[in-house]
């Protein structure tokens, strides 16, 4: 089974959400009729890494979310991977409060998670969608917006988006890219944010906007298409050289929630690369 090797910016997604998750499960279980909050992990992993500035294991979100107290009432852990699933339901068979998934996080989340998680239940989740690619298809993250019981965080794979879909040529993209980008998008409205069009002495062409404005687009889906209320400026996250490779997103109804994830990522903002 290959264990992923995580950068200095991955460990720090991991404190934040770590982070989060604390303050979340405590407050919710602080309420004067406690909500059943559940964790939900849409790309769980083996739930540990191995760091690559010192080479030790260290815990993944799962895991760090499983050692939690007060305790999440529910863990839903998945992973496309079968090698990797199979190792977290041996790792977690004591716990009653854990359910193992194995297969395509966007079918399991709409089937078999979120219906467990409704608004009028009297539940809650958080919701870590944090993949190395493009995903997941924009129907789950509206699905969660409408529910309004679900936060998420989510990785916005800005990296795979300009390798691979935003070229400065974006005739020369493929097809299958195409349609990549526009199950994560939810539509073709993408081109709006990612190109604008700039005169020229042969009349016009596309320019390619910036990686920033390009996220801004997507922050303000989130609100607008989505649903969710409350959605703080993205994290970006680096790699050694300082390129930003995806963008940390945060999205919420609650007020509260919003302004506890808009300091926490203020604080790591100033931490630097390393």
Known sequence: MKIDEVGYWSELKLEIIKKYATAYSQILSAQKRPLEHHYIDAFAGAGIHVARRTGEFILGSPLNALNLSPPFKHHHLIDLDGQRADHLSEITKERADVTVYQGDCNAILLDEVFPKVRFQDYRRALCILDPYKLNPNWNVVAKAGEMKSLEIFLNFMVMDM????????????????????????????????????????????????????VAEAYRQRLKDFAGFKFVPKPMPMRNSSGAIIYYLFFASHN????????????????????
């Not at 007020?255 to 690369?273: C, D, K, N, P």
């Open 162 to 213: 300009n390798m691979n879909v935003l070229w400065k040529n974006p005739d020369a993209v493929a097809p299958t890219q195409i349609e990549r980008m526009n199950r994560f998008w939810g539509d073709e409205s993408w081109r709006n944010a990612a190109y604008r069009t700039e005169a020229d002495l042969f009349g016009s062409h596309e320019e390619k906007t910036t990686n920033d404005e």
């Open 255 to 274: 007020a509260t929630a919003g302004r506890i994830v808009e300091e926490i990522f203020e604080r790591y903002r100033q931490r630097g690369i390393r």
